[in-house]
């Protein structure tokens, strides 16, 4: 309660103390995305070692170089904010590098929607060889925006606080 007797909404914490707890939110919420990349590029890393890799056709061979491209950007989105922050480390500047952190693991998660994306139709191609991987790529790949984008959009706009 204010004293004013109105009940305060939010949590009682300085500018500080939030970029703190942010900060530490975010971290874990990378640690999660990491994990996934780094399997799922250290697997795309080593198909092209592998002898089934030269009897691919050309179309094949372009998405794995576009699936790895991808691979490897979302790997420097989903680490950008380590560096970022242990570069402007004791600079006063935690506000503003929750939210430079939190833009690049966002963008790291837009491109892991496109490197999944890419991966499962590279690897739909070579299992079916039929015209329904595009369509169960598709599939996939709206059910993964619904849980990553489309749920939490709707949350937010849902439960947005009136006024």
Not at 24 to 29: A, G, K, M, N, V
Request: hydrophobic residues 50%.
């Amino acid at each position: 309660m204010t004293p004013s007797g109105a009940q305060r909404e939010g949590r009682d914490e300085s500018p500080e103390e939030r970029a703190d707890r942010r900060w530490s939110e975010l971290l874990q919420e990378v640690r999660v995305a990491q994990t996934g990349v780094q399997i799922l590029f250290g697997f795309l890393l080593t198909v092209v070692f592998t002898p089934q890799f030269a009897s691919l056709g050309t179309t094949d061979k372009r998405i794995y170089v576009v699936t790895v491209l991808l691979g490897a950007a979302t790997t420097g989105a989903l680490i950008g904010p380590v560096s970022f922050h242990r570069l402007v480390t004791g600079r006063r500047l935690k506000p503003q590098t929750v939210t430079w952190a939190s833009r690049m693991t966002l963008l790291g998660v837009v491109l892991l929607l496109a490197t999944v994306a890419s991966a499962l139709l590279l690897i739909l191609r070579i299992a079916m060889h039929n015209a329904a991987v595009p369509w169960v790529t598709g599939g996939l790949v709206a059910w993964l925006a619904l849980c990553w984008f489309g749920l939490p959009a709707w949350a937010r706009h849902r439960y947005a606080r009136k006024g």
